[in-house]
Nanobody
Framework: QVQLVESGGGLVQAGGSLRLSCAAS????????VGWFRQAPGKEREFVSA???????NYADSVKGRFTISRDNAKNTVYLQMNNLKPEDTAVYYC?????????????????WGQGTQVTVSS
């Protein structure tokens, strides 16, 4: 069983930066693939980024070049550094985990979810 807790959300002006954290409990977290998703009001949840055990990463086109995902296995934590934020990045951001060695971009494939953290970008 893995429990995930997100933090780091907040209100920021367009062009600003935030770093989200996803802290995990449970053993062998380093072998889990972790993804970030977001859901804006009235919209479906969408994939943002993912990182696998080896450090391989994947990004949605809308965030490439602006967001960076990383992990610190010693701290059981995955980060999402978000730079040059835009108003359209406003959403609740969720992290999710699955025990798998491959990239996972569909939310239905993840087994564990955090409670979410709100990111609001003002124009």
């Amino acid at each position: 069983q893995v429990q995930l807790v997100e933090s780091g959300g907040g209100l920021v002006q367009a062009g600003g930066s935030l770093r989200l954290s996803c802290a995990a409990s449970g053993r062998a977290f380093s072998t889990y693939s972790v993804g970030w998703f977001r859901q804006a009001p009235g919209k479906e949840r969408e994939f943002v980024s993912a990182i696998i055990w080896s450090g391989g990463t994947n990004y949605a086109d809308s965030v490439k070049g602006r967001f960076t995902i990383s992990r610190d296995n010693a701290k059981n934590t995955v980060y999402l550094q978000m730079n040059n934020l835009k108003p359209e990045d406003t959403a609740v951001y969720y992290c999710a985990a699955r025990w798998t060695l491959v990239q996972v971009t569909r939310d239905s494939e993840y087994d564990y979810w955090g409670q979410g953290t709100q990111v609001t970008v003002s124009s």
